[in-house]
């Protein structure tokens, strides 16, 4: 199967991406954790990285969330985000609250 | 006279075939047609209105609005007047405003969001008819949804600097528009601060739920099935299309409900929500959820935070 490693940076992990996967999945099922897991179809926002290193192609991402500036910047979402090389990235979100002040928020 | 039920959610989606594939192959809605502006309009097989979901392509997920149908067209005129005692400027909109809709009654909650109000859409029928009807159709695709149960939006809820929409919204649809409170969680150090509300106007438990979120967005939008086999079997058409599940089948302690959340192909969150609860009714006592039993209230089983639950919604 083509594909390529995808290093993390911030949590130090690496795994492998099938070149017709989005990083995300591919990282899900292999049980690495890292990248924020939300609703995996570019619509929600939590799972957004930086390609430090590397060439990725992405599906459809919202506006609301990806930016004209930050698509620019190599910002994108992991779950639309499929590997054209091996890539450096970082995520940028965090999905848990260290605090919860209210039960739910 | 009064609201009757949720008449229709408007989506906006990014990709409007896998839309269609996830709406129409995986919950089941029937496609009832489409518009030059290249939305698209569903409906459940037991729904007999023109369409209970209309999907509007967009460069971005979310809700545009969710209208709920009221009884007799002259109801508009009165809430427009009732919300307007609640300080909330209601425009009345002209027929075809709403597609396939007589003239509507249009206004933001407390929360962000809009909503519509209206009194008539094109009547299609259900599918199995109403002459000596069959209990279901033949030909219905993946899970075979009823009908669009509530939705549930997520309301900008920040009490230390004085934000509370959930309890803002709770009570404008109490007070103006005559819906009643089934659940609530009432949460802080007092136990005063109304976090979550549970509204109805059928005999369910809830026609719309009022969660609270850092900004405002949708959290899901829910379609009923029958009961539990029919949750599991939803949950295999889901695995078979490699549909994003969020949360697999469980039970809901507020409202009792057999749920799946998953997320359609733009990251709008779905329910299939199975069972009927309880019958709701306008003198039954609310129930309150206390904060540190309100994850038993959204998962019964686990009573434990799931993460995604909160943080994740369009």
Not at chain 2, 70 to 86: G, I, P
Not at chain 2, 165 to 186: H, I
Not at chain 2, 275 to 286: E, V
């Amino acid at each position: 199967m083509s594909g390529y490693r995808i290093e993390l940076l911030t949590v130090g992990s690496e795994f492998f991406c099938p070149a017709e996967q989005p990083i995300l999945k591919a990282m899900m099922q292999l049980g690495v954790k890292g990248i924020p897991s939300g609703c995996h179809g570019g619509g929600c926002g939590v799972c957004k990285i930086r390609v430090v290193e590397g060439q990725v192609r992405a599906d459809s991402m919202s506006r609301a969330k990806i930016s004209e500036a930050e698509e620019r910047d190599n910002i994108y979402l992991a779950c639309r985000a499929l590997p054209l090389s091996p890539l450096t990235i970082e995520p940028l979100e965090r999905l848990d609250r260290p605090l919860r002040k209210y039960g739910l928020i | 006279m009064g609201v009757m039920r949720i008449g229709h959610v408007n989506l906006r989606v990014m990709d409007m075939d896998a839309a269609l594939r996830h709406y129409r192959d995986v919950l089941g809605l029937l496609v009832q047609g489409s518009d030059d502006s290249g939305a698209f309009y569903l409906k459940g097989w037991d729904e007999w209105d023109k369409y209970s979901v209309m999907l509007s392509p967009s460069d971005r997920a979310g809700m545009n609005h969710v209208a709920y149908k009221v009884e007799y067209d002259s109801d508009l005129d009165l809430f427009k007047d009732r919300l307007a005692e609640h300080g909330v400027d209601a425009l009345l909109e002209p027929a075809s405003h709403l597609p396939f809709c007589g003239r509507s009654l249009r206004f933001s909650l407390p929360s962000g969001h809009e909503m519509y109000l209206y009194a008539d859409k094109e009547r299609v029928g259900k599918a199995v008819g109403d002459q000596n009807p069959d209990p279901w159709p033949d030909g219905l695709k993946g899970a075979g949804a009823h009908w669009l149960d509530h939705v549930a939006l997520q309301c900008p809820f920040d009490p230390e600097k004085g934000v509370n929409t959930v309890a803002d919204n709770c009570r404008l649809l109490r007070e103006a528009l005559g819906f009643y409170l089934s659940e609530q969680v009432l949460v802080g150090p007092d136990a005063d601060i109304q976090a979550v509300a549970f509204l109805f106007r059928t005999s369910t438990p809830h026609d719309i739920a009022f969660l609270p979120a850092p900004t405002c967005g949708i959290h899901h939008a829910s379609f009923f099935l029958d009961g539990w086999s029919d949750v599991l079997k939803a949950a295999d058409v889901m695995a078979k299309n490699r549909v994003k599940i969020d949360v697999t089948p469980t039970r809901h302690g507020i409202t009792r409900g057999e749920t799946i959340y998953f997320f359609d192909p733009s990251g709008n969150r779905n329910e299939t929500f199975a069972g009927l609860g309880y019958l709701a009714q306008p003198d039954m006592p609310p129930i309150t959820w206390t904060e540190e039993n309100l994850w038993r209230g959204i998962f019964y089983h686990t009573g434990e935070a799931h993460d995604s639950f909160t943080s994740v919604y369009t």
